[in-house]
């Protein structure tokens, strides 16, 4: 899950506002299989801020196509290329 601290009346609390799984592919590394942001956390940049680890836990990993279009673009920005990505420019 990706977390985030809140400071909430003194008090931290973990709050979860997405979650991602990852499975292990046939002795050919992982597979990021589905990612999911809450509606309201999309956007704020929590996946660009996990990315650096989860390409260091996982290494060179392959992502489960069918990809919308804001993955497509995701993955361009972050220069992780994909023959999904490279379809599309």
Request: with cysteine; charged share 25%.
């Amino acid at each position: 899950w990706i977390g985030l601290d809140f400071d909430w009346g003194g008090n931290k609390k973990a709050v979860a506002y997405g979650a991602c799984g990852f499975v292990p592919e046939d002795g050919h590394g992982w597979c990021l299989e589905w990612v999911w942001l809450h509606p309201y956390e999309r956007r704020r940049r929590h996946l660009s801020n996990a990315w650096p680890y989860f390409r260091e836990r996982f290494g060179p990993f392959f992502i489960q196509p069918p990809l919308s279009f804001a993955m497509k673009e995701f993955l361009r920005k972050h220069e992780y290329n994909t023959p999904e990505v490279k379809e599309i420019g």
